[in-house]
């Protein structure tokens, strides 16, 4: 497994711009599968993004509801892996967990390394 440092949450209004940046240890970062989650008050962790490490390498997957604003990227040789969020809106409001998986996947279930969330705050 890889350990999961999520970083640059905060507070902007709607229609603002945030960048998350999740910081991975380990020798296999380039090997997971990568994504982002979250986690809204009384509501179930959610899937936002993924991005691949498979056969379709680089392939990347998004939530209906952020697809299109949201972009996720990863920097293996800096064994990082980002959420630019943009045009952001109130409902985008939770705490965002990084996450990482061996298979390829976008099921919440299937990831086994996680960070310890960071709280992303929309004010309209």
């Known amino acids: 497994q890889v350990q999961l440092v999520e970083s640059g949450g905060g507070v902007v209004q709607a229609g603002g711009s945030l960048r998350l940046s999740c910081a991975a240890s380990?020798?296999?970062?380039?090997?997971?599968?990568m994504g982002w989650f979250r986690q809204a008050p009384g509501k179930e962790r959610e899937f936002v993004a993924v991005i691949s490490w498979s056969r379709r390498r680089g392939s990347t997957y998004y939530a209906d509801s952020v697809k299109g604003r949201f972009t996720i990227s990863r920097d293996n040789a800096k064994n990082t892996v980002y959420l630019q969020m943009n045009s952001l809106k109130p409902e985008d409001t939770a705490v965002y967990y990084c996450?990482?998986?061996?298979?390829?996947?976008?099921?919440?279930?299937?990831?086994?390394?996680w960070g310890q969330g960071t709280q992303v705050t929309v004010s309209s």
């Open positions: 996450a990482g998986s061996g298979l390829d996947t976008t099921l919440v279930g299937d990831f086994g390394s």
């Open positions: 380990g020798r296999t970062f380039s090997s997971y599968t």
